[in-house]
């Protein structure tokens, strides 16, 4: 990544006391944050949006272990307030170059009596959204911070629905359905995953999420009372009293709120890698985002082959030879791969028995496909730096990391330290059973994507990925970052003849639903999740091929959650759309006014007229359009569609 500008400009900086309230607003006026003391002498925030309150007062503090909380009878020592405006690129991901352009307010504070212990709060304020963390300076009170939990609200300021990822615990691989509910309505029980996206009815959409998480616990948030939301830490293993253990000084991750009238801003926006620091790789060029075949999906299937599917070297190559054929970048080989100790755990450092890896690896090699390697997390934590370094003497591209589950202080210590020790070998990673994006592919860009979601995989034992499920993802979960879905599944059947099962799934959106899926969600690691025989002579086959996983430009043109959403993502000169709908037959229009003046070549994949019973049928067509004409697109029930757009030779 390379700092194409950046500059910090304080336009107003103070080292004398100054008197609560104290402002920042975004660089286009529309979002104020205001830091204010309640009437109980309670710090707290407000946050309004175009002259109105999005976030009412919500207290502000730490609480920590055998101190009163931190955050009461604080007076101002000094506030600074400035500007930044930045712009960096990055090697995937939905803009490029980005720019971060925001205006900031520090403020240190003192309590007035009793331990006499410091606090500092630091705002941004950016025209789509707010962040916010806490600034603990070292001190003879506080020379090692062990936090309870923190006394962060969010008080939506008026009564609206919430999309609400409700999980069962703090060990969670946040894969579960999101439940549409006002926000007074969300149980005191429920434990919600982030993001988590609200309307404040007649003013905005906010989205509560979390950037820059290191050397920290994840934060989730629970209702307190009316609409109050707390934040909530995940607990340390070794101490569930406690959630951080940490040396001062120290900054917590940033509060991040996403605001915008329009919900498709919130897809649009950057704000948490805005957040995040720059970053810590000083040479890129290994790492390459691209598109993979996958063997673990359609569960050993495959047709009009002479040999029995299987981790076994035969398979391996099938789908090498389709990675080639199709021009994919890489080839997943999935859990199996490694030799099995004591008939459970599995040596990352020696192979299965079925498997001839130097054969396939120099196989790979020969058709310029490169290997990813699959791991369990507990036998990378023991192994790494055993088996990274002979990852890389092999030739490997990357590492699947899965079954974390968890996001306490030390489970978040242990992504960091894989995404160093990965870099250190030029090995990029897919974090699979993770917890959400928090920016931290900005400062480990190796990080190519992670799950973190209830993905397609789900259709192997459940009916739970429906169509409308995969709408609300594109507004809550993809807020945060890159996913790990695994699209393209091509046994496509209506949702009411579908049925689970784990070899050769089917999957209940039309075909055209998932081709859409590779330009409405945002990976830089994605996957074919069929088999072979799934997409050799489909005439969508070759828009998947050439689809890119890195943009330079993204916009949502329409949509809500649980809605249709319809996206146009820019790459170079070449645009590509995608609209998916929910369980409802759809048309809608698309405006081609975001082109350039001149002729471009449009490719239409749709849903055929009788995509409602015959799921697989696509209806494909060119024509050449400009920037003036809209085209109007029909979606079946479970539908969808994708468009290509580049310029006429």
């Not at 409700?166 to 999101?178: K, P």
């Not at 029995?308 to 970048?329: Q, R, W």
Request: charged share 25%; glycine share 8%; with cysteine.
């Amino acid at each position: 990544m390379k700092l194409l500008i950046a500059a910090l400009l304080s336009v107003c900086v103070s080292a004398q006391a100054q008197n609560l309230p104290l402002k920042a607003a975004s660089p286009d006026g529309q979002i104020v944050f205001t830091l204010l003391q309640t009437k109980e002498g309670a710090l707290a925030y407000e946050v309004s949006y175009k002259g109105q309150p999005v976030i009412a007062s919500s207290r502000l503090g730490l609480d920590p272990q055998d101190q009163p909380p931190l955050g009461a009878n604080l007076a101002v020592v000094s506030a600074a307030s400035g500007s930044v405006d930045e712009t960096y690129t990055m090697k995937h991901g939905k803009a490029n170059p980005l720019r971060a352009r925001a205006n900031w307010l520090r403020v240190d504070l003192k309590e007035a009596g009793g331990l006499r212990r410091q606090l500092g709060l630091e705002a941004r304020v950016f025209d789509d959204g707010v962040g916010f963390r806490y600034r603990l300076p070292a001190q003879p009170a506080i020379r090692e911070l062990r936090l309870e939990r923190e006394l962060t609200q969010f008080h939506l300021a008026k009564e609206g629905e919430a999309y609400v990822l409700a999980l069962n615990g703090f060990r969670t691989s946040y894969e579960d359905s999101y439940l549409k509910l006002p926000v007074s309505s969300i149980k005191p029980s429920y434990l919600a995953g982030l993001p988590l996206l609200a309307r404040v009815p007649g003013v905005a959409w906010v989205a509560v999420t979390e950037s820059h998480l290191e050397n920290y616990a994840g934060m989730y948030l629970k209702r307190n009372q009316g609409r109050v939301l707390e934040a909530t830490l995940s607990p340390r293993v070794d101490d569930p009293s406690l959630a951080v253990i940490r040396a001062t000084p120290l900054e917590t991750p940033w509060r991040v709120l996403m605001i915008s009238d329009r919900p498709g801003a919130l897809a649009e926006s950057n704000i948490v890698l805005h957040l995040a620091p720059p970053s810590r790789i000083a040479d890129e060029s290994w790492i390459q985002p691209g598109k993979t075949s996958w063997s673990w999906w359609s569960g050993d299937y495959a047709t009009g082959v002479d040999f029995k599917p299987g981790m076994n070297t035969a398979t391996m190559k099938h789908y090498i030879d389709f990675s080639a054929e199709a021009g994919l970048d890489y080839m997943m080989l999935d859990e199996g791969w490694s030799a099995e100790v004591d008939g459970r755990s599995r040596d990352l450092t020696k192979t299965n028995p079925q498997l001839d890896l130097p054969a396939i690896l120099g196989y790979a090699k020969q058709k310029k496909v490169g290997i990813w390697l699959w791991a369990h997390w507990t036998f990378v934590d023991l192994q790494m730096d055993e088996a990274f370094p002979l990852f890389e003497k092999w030739g490997i591209r990357g590492v699947k990391i899965d079954f974390m589950d968890r996001d306490d202080q030390d489970m978040v210590a242990f992504y960091h330290r894989v995404l160093k020790k990965a870099a250190e070998h030029k090995l990029m990673v897919d974090f699979h059973g993770a917890y959400k994006p928090c920016g931290l592919r900005r400062y480990y860009p190796n990080l190519l994507t992670r799950e973190a979601a209830m993905s397609l995989e789900y259709v192997k034992w459940s009916n739970r990925v429906t169509a409308e499920h995969n709408v609300t993802l594109a507004f809550t979960r993809l807020l945060a970052g890159p996913m790990d879905y695994t699209p393209g599944g091509f046994g496509n059947v209506p949702p009411e003849r579908f049925t689970p099962r784990w070899l050769n799934p089917q999957v209940p959106t039309t075909r055209a639903h998932q081709v859409a899926l590779y330009v409405v969600f945002e990976s830089g690691f994605t996957m074919f999740a069929d088999y072979p025989g799934a997409y050799r002579g489909q005439p969508e086959t070759p828009f998947l091929s050439e689809v890119p996983v890195a943009w330079d430009e993204t916009r949502v043109l329409a949509g809500e959650p649980a809605t249709p959403i319809v996206t146009a993502r820019r790459q170079r000169r070449n645009w590509y759309v995608g609209g998916i709908t929910n369980g409802e037959a759809r048309t809608v229009k698309v405006p081609l006014d975001f082109l350039e003046p001149g002729k471009y070549e449009a490719a239409l994949i749709a849903d055929a007229p009788d995509a409602a019973v015959a799921a697989e049928k696509t209806s494909i067509e060119k024509r050449t359009v400009t920037r003036t004409d809209t085209l109007e697109m029909r979606m079946a029930p479970a539908g969808g569609f994708a468009i290509s757009l580049k310029p006429a030779r």
